[in-house]
């Protein structure tokens, strides 16, 4: 089994950028969270809950899901 390194930050700026998002004040108006768990998963935490991550990732129009690992 390979391990696949995610890197949060550089997911979310992909995203953030594909949107058009211009800063983090307006993906906080844009997801409707608090500025504190946004900054979080914008700057790629390791701390920031999984759920706050995918609330920001679906307010980017993105989906996050898992799959089963075909071994």
Do not use: F
């Amino acid at each position: 089994m390979q391990d696949v390194k995610l890197d949060l930050k550089q997911l979310v700026e992909d995203a953030v950028k594909a949107r058009g998002v211009s800063g983090i004040m307006e993906l906080v108006e844009l997801s409707g969270m608090a500025h504190q768990k946004v900054r979080k998963v914008w700057s790629g935490d390791k701390t920031t809950k999984l759920c706050h991550v995918e609330d920001v990732l679906n307010s980017l129009g993105y989906k996050l899901k898992a799959v089963p690992q075909n071994d």
